[in-house]
């Protein structure tokens, strides 16, 4: 067997062990978003049985919906769009269709386009007086 036969060998041999770790990778991701799914709709029921707020499904919520939620928890206090998105993003109140984090200029764009909704101060966002249902 020459150089380039045991090189060939070698990257095939990479290759399937790639392969093999990526589905496990992606069954154990599969496992984890149905126990998000299970757990989310628990976390929805209890609150509901104790009359607390909804939280919505990130599956389903829309970003301005989430973002209106943690302004109405806050007391509708002004907030960086940098804290709305980490807030978003550690409690799972929003999902991107790619999964990847809800970057601060997504909600800065999203605040300005529901104008009726909410009010923006530079980086700094919260509802307008108005009442409104998200």
Avoid: C
């Avoid at 269709?97 to 970057?103: I, P, S």
């Amino acid at each position: 067997m020459n150089a380039g036969d045991r090189l060939r060998g070698a990257l095939d041999e990479k290759r399937a062990g790639v392969e093999a770790a990526l589905r496990e990778a992606e069954a154990e991701l599969a496992a984890l978003q149905e126990r998000q799914a299970e757990l989310l709709g628990l976390i929805a029921r209890a609150r509901a049985m104790l009359g607390e707020p909804h939280t919505p499904d990130p599956e389903r919520a829309t970003l301005h919906e989430a973002i209106a939620l943690l302004l109405r928890e806050q007391g509708n206090r002004w907030m960086t769009v940098n804290e709305l998105a980490a807030e978003v993003n550690r409690r799972v109140l929003y999902r991107k269709r790619d999964g990847t984090a809800v970057e601060p200029n997504q909600i800065h764009a999203r605040t300005k386009a529901y104008q009726s909704r909410f009010e923006k101060d530079g980086p700094r966002v919260r509802l307008r007086d108005a009442p409104w249902s998200a």
